[in-house]
């Protein structure tokens, strides 16, 4: 997700606004008295004014301004995912009919929001605002008995539908970079679920063409970080506790 230019980028100053005021005043002095004639008054000194009013001036737009671009998420066109391994026995085929094995399970949503902001021309200059969003409750998988599950009971996604990942900054960013081409770079951030912060690095593969840009971005979780216990249910399956976020996205310059 970069441009070509090369500007290098520095953090955005507003130029200082410098008020001088100029004034002053002064008072002649009078002669001693005489008896005769009697003394005439002092003569007042008239007081400068100022030749001009001050002028306040701003500094052009600094250069690394430019490097800085928008992209908004569009939810039509991304996806959230989580994808956790579940394992199935005896009762969870005579029950609902799901074979007996382990499956990689997942479940997805385009309930996305968020705006990415950052310095195409220097990767790893400070993000500006970068904030996204999932309703986590709209989450569906293959298994609507599984779907209604977690929203009602275990991690109850209905009390807690927004899920929110903040990114703090990026590493492993490239030197140099053509349009066009794939670029692999690791987001760091805050992601929330159920209330609970916890600190999350998600690994990115991203290209920019014109106005759009489009990747894909997963990181891999622990359940128990979010206060999720994995489900158990005897004789019928298991959940482990890791899981993979996997956000695919397009998001368009504003």
């Known amino acids: 997700m970069l441009r070509k230019k090369t500007i290098k980028t520095l953090p955005y100053l507003l130029g200082t606004l410098l ?20 003394p005439l ?15 306040l001036t701003q500094e ?26 579940e394992e199935f026995f005896a009762d969870a085929l005579a029950k609902y009919g799901i074979e007996v094995g382990r499956v990689d399970t997942v479940g997805s949503t385009q309930n996305i929001e968020g705006q990415l902001q950052i310095d195409l021309n220097d990767l790893s200059a400070p993000l500006g605002t970068n904030r996204f969003t999932v309703n986590i409750a709209t989450l569906a998988s293959n298994q609507s008995r599984r779907d209604n599950w977690i929203r009602e009971n275990g991690p109850k996604l209905n009390s807690f539908p927004i899920a929110e990942f903040v990114a703090t900054g990026v590493e492993e960013t490239p030197a140099t970079y053509s349009e066009g ?31 759009t840009a489009t990747g ?9 970080d979010f ?17 993979m976020v996997r956000v695919e996205f397009t998001a368009r310059e504003q």
């Open 181 to 211: 081409n794939e670029v692999q770079f690791k987001m760091m951030g805050d992601l929330t679920i159920r209330e609970v912060t916890q600190p999350v690095t998600f690994d990115v593969t991203a290209k920019l063409e014109g106005d």
């Open 19 to 38: 008020i001088f005021a100029l004034a002053g005043c002064g008072a002649g002095s009078a002669a001693a008295p005489t008896p005769t004639p009697p």
């Open 216 to 224: 894909v971005a997963t990181a891999r979780l622990q359940l128990t």
């Open 41 to 55: 008054p002092p003569t007042a000194t008239p007081v400068p004014t100022p030749t001009s009013a001050p002028t």
């Open 60 to 85: 052009p737009e600094s250069p690394e301004a430019a490097g800085m671009r928008t992209f908004q998420i569009v939810p039509a066109e991304s996806r959230a995912s989580y994808i956790v391994d």
């Open 227 to 243: 206060g999720i216990e994995p489900p158990s249910f005897a004789n019928t399956l298991t959940v482990a506790n890791e899981f």
